[in-house]
């Protein structure tokens, strides 16, 4: 055993277990959760909006190409 743990006659001295706060962890992990959630949905809102002007990007290059498509 390290001698910083120890007072010199072998009892262990210095470490305190902490209290649980188990309301506390509990609004952490779910503010994780939230925060992972939110950026999921950001991610595909991101997805979404660029495949949409890419498609709309296609359509308007297929429209002039094509001067009797209406």
């Known amino acids: 055993m390290p001698p910083s743990l ?6 262990i ?3 305190m277990v902490r209290k649980t706060n188990y ?3 509990r609004h952490e992990r779910e503010k994780a ?4 959630k939110a950026a999921r949905i950001e991610a ?4 979404a909006a ?3 002007s890419h498609l709309a990007e296609e359509q308007n290059d297929d429209s002039s ?3 009797l498509k209406l």
């Open 6 to 11: 120890t007072n010199g006659g072998g009892k």
């Open 13 to 15: 001295v210095g470490l």
């Open 65 to 67: 190409k094509d001067p």
């Open 33 to 36: 959760k939230a925060a992972k």
């Open 23 to 25: 309301s506390f962890e």
């Open 50 to 52: 660029s495949k949409k």
């Open 44 to 47: 595909k809102r991101e997805k």
